[in-house]
């Protein structure tokens, strides 16, 4: 099978790119990652939703785009070029299994105004997994602590996972703030005592995961890709013995690898988005392996192009440690790659 971007989808990516380029460079990351308190600039935030991409996958009843997995995956991975700082994929989840929930739109319309944030609180234990097995909902609220929540401080409301099923929880919240890797994706624990809203049947979680891992693996692709070519580019102008470093045979065989992992990343990126999208029978085992493969290649490029830029690599001043920081967190996030693995294996029949 042949998969290209159409007209509308390769003006998505071109837009988005050049958007990205002159509202969000690196530099404003970078900034956003040293001094920001909360991981991400508020009145950039806005703007991103000013744009449309808050609400690019939500339907229109609540100011959305109603677009799909594909242009999902375009937009991200035109983020991970940039390292953008924030919530994005987070809320982005968090407000479509609202929407598909239907008991607060008027709160999805804020968040896709840019107004409010709203999270997926999943984990009842440290390093447990998603699946719930203390927090509890009857009688109206919602009890118990969730752990390693995305922007926990900053949210203005959770979707929660509980033994008694999907809650929506309004705050605010008392969050603690767990230290990070990368200084631009921030995790809390929350002790909840709170009112919460059962959502409805239509909120389906397992497809919003398959969505999140598309997603992931899109913003991993973005990651490589960048740090690809940042290091194409230094191997072809940094001399040694008066020839350029990329003129030696080592090196390319291990470019050559790079290259490989960001090409098969893309092919899997893509038909994962596509068989989402189609609703395919494949589209369970293809979002899985997509999550996995990117995830492993990612952590493999990025750490590529930290060693091939020698003493310089490891430098604070130079940006690749916040991709590799990047890629290890969204290693994790989303479904880990063993945890990916393991569905990809149940979604073969093994």
């Known amino acids: 099978m042949r998969f290209a971007l159409s007209d509308d989808q390769a003006l998505l990516?071109?837009?988005?790119?050049?958007?990205l380029g002159s509202e969000l460079p690196i530099e404003k990351s970078r900034?956003?990652?040293?001094?920001?308190?909360?991981?991400?600039?508020?009145?950039?935030?806005?703007r991103l939703a000013e744009m449309g991409y808050v609400g690019l996958v939500l339907p229109a009843r609540v100011g959305g785009q109603g677009l799909g997995a594909v242009e999902l995956a375009i937009v991200l991975e035109e983020m991970g070029r940039v390292c953008v700082p924030g919530p994005f994929l987070d809320v982005v989840l968090a407000a479509s299994l609202v929407a598909d929930g239907g008991v607060d739109d008027a709160l999805v319309r804020d968040v896709v105004a840019g107004e409010k944030l709203?999270?997926?609180?999943?984990?009842?234990?440290?390093?447990?997994?998603?699946?719930?097995?203390?927090?509890?909902?009857?009688?109206?609220?919602?009890?118990?602590?969730?752990?390693?929540?995305?922007?926990?401080?900053?949210?203005?409301?959770?979707?929660?996972?509980?033994?008694?099923?999907?809650?929506?929880?309004?705050?605010?919240?008392?969050?603690?703030?767990?230290?990070?890797?990368?200084?631009a994706q921030r995790f809390g624990d929350i002790v909840l005592?709170?009112?919460?809203?059962?959502?409805?049947?239509?909120?389906?979680l397992v497809r919003v995961d398959r969505l999140g891992a598309v997603g992931a693996s899109a913003m991993l692709l973005g990651l490589m890709s960048r740090c690809l070519e940042t290091t194409l580019e230094y191997v072809r102008t940094r001399?040694?013995?008066?020839?350029?470093?990329?003129?030696?045979?080592?090196?390319?065989?291990?470019?050559?690898?790079?290259?490989?992992?960001?090409?098969?990343?893309?092919?899997a990126v893509y038909r994962a988005a596509w068989s989402f999208d189609t609703d395919a029978p494949e589209a369970p085992l293809a979002c899985a392996a997509a999550k996995a493969y990117a995830g492993d290649s990612a952590r493999h490029v990025c750490g590529e192009a930290?060693?091939?830029?020698?003493?310089?690599?490891?430098?604070?001043?130079?940006?690749?440690?916040?991709?590799?920081?990047?890629?290890?967190?969204?290693?994790?996030?989303?479904?880990?790659?063993?945890?990916?693995?393991?569905a990809a294996l149940v979604a073969a029949g093994y």
Do not use: C
């Open 306 to 342: 930290i060693q091939m830029h020698g003493g310089i690599g490891f430098t604070w001043e130079l940006d690749l440690h916040f991709y590799f920081k990047r890629a290890k967190t969204l290693e994790q996030h989303y479904g880990s790659t063993e945890a990916q693995l393991e």
């Open 118 to 183: 709203v999270a997926i609180a999943r984990h009842d234990a440290p390093f447990a997994g998603p699946a719930a097995t203390t927090v509890r909902a009857n009688g109206g609220r919602v009890r118990g602590v969730k752990y390693f929540v995305p922007f926990a401080a900053s949210a203005d409301a959770l979707v929660a996972t509980t033994v008694d099923g999907l809650v929506l929880v309004d705050g605010p919240f008392e969050a603690t703030p767990l230290q990070t890797l990368d200084l």
């Open 13 to 19: 990516r071109s837009s988005t790119r050049d958007f």
């Open 239 to 267: 001399q040694a013995f008066e020839r350029p470093i990329g003129a030696f045979q080592a090196l390319q065989h291990r470019m050559a690898d790079m290259l490989l992992k960001v090409e098969s990343t893309r092919s």
């Open 31 to 46: 900034a956003v990652m040293e001094h920001s308190k909360a991981g991400y600039d508020p009145a950039e935030w806005r």
């Open 193 to 204: 005592d709170h009112a919460a809203k059962p959502l409805g049947a239509s909120a389906d």
